[in-house]
């Protein structure tokens, strides 16, 4: 397993944007990366993903508003999140399996995590 870290969360009013980064150690070996979040009281939820041909899936409430991409230079994947909403704060998580891409429901099966950023959006 590698540890993951996440930056670049904060607080925001509604309508803004942030960008959230992960440094991967090894991404280019990572086969799947994606970012989740979690309120508290609530289970993790699967926000966007991304595999090594850059295909990517979207949650239904993000769709449109967020992107996320990878730069294999910097062993970085972002999450651009635009039009924020006070339902998006949460704590965002990072993501990365190295061979294969598991549901967003098997978080388990994910096996390496970042410790968390907090987004907090304001109306």
């Known amino acids: 397993q590698v540890q993951l870290l996440e930056s670049g969360g904060g607080s925001v009013q509604a309508g803004g944007s942030l960008r959230l980064s992960c440094k991967v150690p090894g991404m280019s070996y990572s086969y799947c990366m994606a970012w989740f979040r979690q309120v508290p009281g609530k289970e993790r939820e699967g926000v966007a993903a991304?595999?090594?041909?850059?295909?990517?899936t979207y949650a239904d409430s993000v769709k449109g508003r967020f992107i996320i991409s990878l730069e294999y230079a910097e062993n970085t994947l972002y999450l651009q999140m635009n039009a924020l909403k006070p339902e998006d704060t949460a704590m965002y998580y990072c993501?990365?399996?190295?061979?294969?891409?598991?549901?967003?429901?098997?978080?388990?099966?994910?096996?390496?995590w970042g410790q968390g950023t907090q987004v907090t959006v304001s109306s």
């Open positions: 991304i595999d090594s041909q850059r295909t990517t």
């Open positions: 993501a990365a399996n190295f061979a294969r891409c598991p549901s967003s429901d098997d978080l388990e099966s994910w096996g390496n």
